[in-house]
């Protein structure tokens, strides 16, 4: 049974850092990795997608040039460091993991969920 722990959230201000660490156990690491968000009130949305090897990530437009995905698989983790953070980025961040080669936008395609990591950004 794959198990991913999600770590790393916090309350910040707006413009400040934070780095969420995805933890996986239970299974082989060669899984592509996604993180998703579901804001107060609001449906879990796609955040960022890195394939198997790391050599190709993908980001949601409101996020690009900000956040950035990356993965060590010798230690089983992913990252997301998240920089210039803003009131709406404020969410609940899951990481996800499916096997495959690239990288997966799409939260249905997922086999594997953390339990999910709060971040909140205040202004």
């Known amino acids: 049974q794959v198990q991913l722990v999600e770590s790393g959230g916090g309350s910040v201000q707006a413009g400040d850092s934070l780095r969420l660490s995805c933890t996986t156990s239970?299974?082989?690491?060669?899984?592509?990795m996604g993180w998703f968000r579901r804001a107060p009130g609001k449906e879990r949305e796609f955040v960022a997608a890195?394939?198997?090897?790391?050599?190709?990530?993908f980001y949601a437009n409101s996020v690009k040039g900000r956040f950035t995905f990356s993965r060590d698989n010798a230690k089983n983790t992913a990252y997301l460091q998240m920089n210039s953070l803003k009131p709406e980025d404020t969410a609940v961040y899951y990481c996800?993991?499916?096997?495959?080669?690239?990288?997966?936008?799409?939260?249905?395609?997922?086999?594997?969920w953390g339990s999910g990591t709060q971040v909140t950004v205040s202004s």
């Open positions: 890195i394939s198997w090897n790391g050599g190709m990530t």
């Open positions: 239970g299974g082989r690491f060669s899984y592509a």
């Open positions: 996800a993991a499916k096997g495959g080669e690239h990288y997966y936008t799409n939260q249905y395609e997922y086999e594997y």
